[in-house]
Structure formats: C-alpha cells, structure tokens
C-alpha cells in the first residue's frame, strides 16, 4: 500500500493500493465508487461488476475501490461449501488494479465481523472509512448478519445515506450456469480446467514455492486451502516454459518434469 490517498487527494494515475483492515484507509479518503463481496479469482462476472465500478468512476472523476473479505465467509462461518482458495488476496488485487480499481480493501472476516448487521456494515464501511458515492454490486449479492442485506437493503441504506446503488445483472458462465466462483471450484474439482479458464477469462494459476522433487523433477508446492485441479496430468505453463505436462498428486503439489525452474515462489497456469 501507498500511503497519502487522505483529504480528497485523488490518487495519480498509475497508484493503486491495498489496505488489509479498515483502519488502513487514510482519513479523509473519498468520496469513491464501491463494489463489494468476495471476488475470489475474479471471473468473468466480476470482471463485469468491476468495469461497471470503474467507468461511474471515471465518469465521476474518483477512484474505484473494491472491497473483499478474507477469508471466505462460508469457511469462517462453517457452511458446507467447497471454499478452495481461487487466488490469493495480493493476486485477486493485483487482478483488480489491472481492470482499473485503484484501492482494494480487505476486510477480515471473522465471527465478530459476521455479526454486524447490514446497517452497522454500511455504516462503518462504506460511509465513514470510503465515503461512497456509489455502490456496484450483482444482484444476488448479501451482506451483514445472518445474511439479511440485499440490493434492495443497499438501495434502502443508500437513500439514506447519500449514496446510490447499481445492481449489475449475473452473468453467466455457459448456458444456464452462473458464472461464479463455485462453478469455478467445480470445474478444477472434476479435472476441467478448459472450464474454469472459459469462466476465469484466463487459465486458473496457482501459486507455491518451487523445489527440486529428488527425482530430477521440480514440485510447486503449494498452500493447503487451495483450489487445484483434480489428480491427474494437465498441460501448464510456467515461467517462460510451455506448455509442459505436469501432474497434480493428492497432497497440495505439482510435479513438473524439468529440473531448469528456478527453486522459490512461482506459479503454474493451467491450460488444458
Ligand atoms: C458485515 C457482514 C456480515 C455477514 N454476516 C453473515 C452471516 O451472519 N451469515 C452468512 O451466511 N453470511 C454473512 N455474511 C456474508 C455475506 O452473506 C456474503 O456471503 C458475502 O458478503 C459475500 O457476498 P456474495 O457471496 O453474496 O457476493 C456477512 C457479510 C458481511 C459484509
Ligand atoms: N456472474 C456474475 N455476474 C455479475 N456479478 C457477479 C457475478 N457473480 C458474482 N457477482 C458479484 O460479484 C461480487 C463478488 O461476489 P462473490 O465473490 O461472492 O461471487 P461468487 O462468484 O458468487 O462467489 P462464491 O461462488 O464463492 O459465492 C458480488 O457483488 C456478486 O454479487
């Protein structure tokens, strides 16, 4: 993050920056135009949220901030859905910044959080810390306590508030799927990774550490929590190589069979 984006400073065009609590946001920071919600592997439909945010910025001549929680709600309030990690929170801002968002703000989500009610959220948030002129956010979008806010509880808050709210259409992934994150898990569960990347797109990267495997062979290694395809081979790229083929195993790694990749952080696509 960089600092100075206080007192109605706009931020010079090429300054993006990434808060990961609230009380990163400079005071006086704002007015701004928000979207909000997880944006895990910013697919497609974000993709379409984001660019929604980002013109009534341009428009309106202020920075366009995305809001995400961190981790997953469904993980921390224990609801049985798959929440394999998609990216990671620099990426999924970096991911952002390229779409023209010039502040991500991370909001970690914890029980306490979950707690707030849709007004204390909308208060807090979106109010004092961002000063929102403007809220974009998809129509099945919820928020706050047993999740009770809607677009219309936005729209309602809004009105109040001063700010106006923009519920964006869903898109969809292919016929008669929504394009989301979870259609996005499935895909990687059941191997199709052409799936994810139509959904994505771009292929699905994962992120690890790279190390010799002892079998003249390289391994990413990478997070427990997050999404990889299936076991089984795939085509990668990696670096400036590929596409190679690669095997996903069972336990959070990638072997590749080349020894010339450099031991550290690094990642794959997966591209067929
Ligand atoms: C302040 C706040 C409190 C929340 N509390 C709950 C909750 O009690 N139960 C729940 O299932 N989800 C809760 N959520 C999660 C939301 O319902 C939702 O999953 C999240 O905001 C991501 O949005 P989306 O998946 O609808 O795009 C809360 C979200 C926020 C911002
Ligand atoms: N297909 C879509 N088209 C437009 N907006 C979308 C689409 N999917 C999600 N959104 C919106 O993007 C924001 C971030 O949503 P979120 O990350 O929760 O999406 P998701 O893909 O449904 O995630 P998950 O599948 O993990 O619940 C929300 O405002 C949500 O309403």
Do not use: K
Not at 112 to 136: I, K, M, W
Not at 191 to 204: F, Q, S, T, Y
């Amino acid at each position: 993050m960089r600092a100075g984006l206080g007192a109605d400073v706009r931020p010079s065009s090429e300054e993006c920056v990434l808060w990961r609590a609230l009380g990163e946001v400079p005071a006086g920071f704002g007015p701004s135009v928000v979207t909000l919600g997880v944006f895990d592997g910013v697919h497609r439909g974000h993709a379409r949220l984001i660019d929604r945010a980002v013109g009534f910025g341009r428009a309106r001549n202020l920075p366009a901030v995305l809001v995400t929680f961190d981790p997953h709600p469904a993980r921390v309030l224990g609801l049985p859905r798959d929440t394999a990690a998609l990216s990671t929170v620099e990426r999924r801002a970096d991911l952002a910044f390229g779409l023209g968002i010039r502040a991500v703000c991370v909001l970690p989500f914890t029980r306490e959080f979950a707690a707030l009610s849709p007004s204390e959220f909308v208060e807090r948030a979106l109010v004092e810390r961002l000063r929102a002129e403007a809220v974009v956010v998809g129509a099945d979008l919820t928020f706050g306590h047993r999740a009770a806010g809607t677009v219309d509880t936005l729209r309602e808050l809004g009105e109040q508030r001063g700010f106006t709210t923009h519920g964006v259409g869903l898109l969809p992934a292919e016929a008669g799927v929504r394009c989301s994150s979870t259609h996005v898990r499935a895909c990687l569960r059941r191997g199709d990774v052409r799936g994810a990347a139509r959904a994505l797109g771009r292929p699905h990267h994962v992120e690890g550490t790279f190390r010799p495997d002892g079998h003249g062979r390289t391994e990413l290694v990478v997070a427990s929590g997050t999404a990889l395809p299936a076991p089984g081979r795939y085509w990668g790229r990696l670096g400036g190589l590929g596409p190679l083929p690669v095997w996903v195993t069972g336990e959070q790694r990638v072997i590749v069979p080349v020894t010339s990749v450099r031991p550290g952080p690094g990642g794959i696509d997966f591209v067929a």
